[in-house]
């Protein structure tokens, strides 16, 4: 098995790295809009899980996935996964 790595591979995998590291720092840039989130709960002794708007992001995610020629489906399934994380983290966070 040949274990040369094209250099063209190797640029692709620089672009992924660099896209990783861009969706790392926004999922951190998130996460911080949802310790607000958290706060303003609290505050109005809200639930972390409003089933509503749970979908209405999801939808959104896979609206805009639509617009920008990512597969929807790919947008539900990542938001989803996002979503529920931060529910049960909210959950935590709240004592719920």
Request: avoid cysteine; charge should be positive; charged fraction near 25%.
């Amino acid at each position: 098995m040949n274990t040369m790595i094209p250099e063209v591979l190797k640029a692709a995998r620089a672009d992924i790295d660099r896209i990783d590291a861009q969706l790392v720092k926004l999922l951190a840039e998130r996460q911080q809009v949802v310790e607000r989130v958290i706060a303003i709960k609290t505050q109005y002794s809200m639930p972390a899980l409003i089933p509503e708007r749970v979908d209405a992001v999801i939808e959104n995610a896979a609206r805009l996935a639509t617009a920008e020629g990512l597969s929807p489906s790919l947008a539900r399934h990542v938001w989803q996964a996002m979503v529920d994380w931060f529910v049960a983290y909210e959950k935590g966070r709240l004592g719920k």
